[in-house]
């Protein structure tokens, strides 16, 4: 049964060197006055980089001689003791543990996923909705002998609640635009969120045509829904001028969805707001 919801150049040093060593190297002796002792003279200071410095050829040769051995030497490898290592504990200091990462969903002490708590909104009152009477009441529910399929969601934060929803979930049935709005009994959430299959059925309520287009090009149809079952209508109902009255500054239900997202047909309702409200209206489901 539909329902209706509340709608990303070389220098002359080198030269004079070149000219020496070539003569050498055709064999010619060496005559007595290549032989001769040279005279000795004080060795000139290198040059500190002055301007008029200059370098004996010998000198600069040797020196570009042993540039080129050291270019050609492979870069040695780096010594073991620079790596940096990490500091290892003491045995009187046990490293810390990391902490586990954080997870949006809670778990009990057993390792379980805690029980959520949500608000899902329904029209008591007959509507048409092209061409479907679209009301769904507390009752209705209550007489359904198999999964009723909560559908019609076209809100995507509505829907994103729905596929947040987990087996065992329990919510909250709340009778929307009518003479009393107001929360009126309990269901359960017995089967988690699949497709909408309404929103591509062009004869359905709520049919979408984005979705059909979607689905028929490839694409994800974008739409939800999840199985209820009936636990309890509440013998007190809980209308919305006292939920709100509750959700004024420093009451009970001063941060709840239903009050400060009114326009959402899926809201969630944290653990203390359904003790809470549970207790006011005499609820036993969960309990």
Not at 59 to 65: A, I
Not at 71 to 90: D, F, L, N, V, Y
Request: include cysteine; charge should be positive; hydrophobic fraction near 30%.
């Amino acid at each position: 049964m539909p329902k209706r919801k509340s709608t990303h150049g070389e220098s002359e040093s080198e030269q004079s060197t070149r000219r020496r060593s070539s003569r050498l190297s055709k064999g010619v002796e060496p005559t007595e006055e290549v032989m001769a002792p040279v005279k000795e003279e004080k060795p000139q200071a290198l040059s500190t980089g002055k301007k008029g410095g200059r370098k004996p050829a010998a000198v600069k040769e040797e020196e570009e001689n042993e540039e080129k051995k050291v270019e050609s030497q492979p870069p040695t490898k780096r010594s073991r003791t620079a790596k940096s290592t990490k500091p290892t504990p003491s045995p009187s200091q046990p490293p810390v543990a990391a902490k586990p990462p954080t997870t949006a969903t809670t778990t009990t002490t057993t390792g379980t996923p805690a029980r959520q708590y949500w608000l899902l909104k329904a029209e008591p009152l007959p509507r048409l909705e092209n061409g479907h009477d679209v009301h769904f009441s507390i009752d209705d529910l209550a007489a359904r002998t198999s999964p009723e399929p909560w559908d019609g969601i076209r809100n995507y934060s509505a829907r994103n609640n729905l596929r947040s929803m987990r087996v065992g979930d329990l919510a909250f049935f709340y009778h929307s635009n009518c003479a009393n709005p107001g929360i009126v009994g309990v269901m359960e959430i017995v089967r988690e969120a699949e497709e909408d299959w309404t929103a591509v059925d062009p004869k359905a309520a709520y049919f979408d045509p984005k979705a059909k287009k979607a689905k028929e090009e490839g694409k994800e149809n974008p739409w939800s829904l999840v199985h209820v079952e009936f636990r309890e209508k509440f013998e007190r109902e809980l209308g919305l001028k006292e939920l709100r009255e509750w959700g004024k500054g420093g009451g009970p239900l001063e941060g709840m969805e239903l009050l400060r997202l009114g326009r959402l047909s899926v809201s969630r309702v944290g653990e203390g707001e359904w003790e809470f409200l549970m207790d006011k209206a005499g609820g036993r489901t969960g309990r």
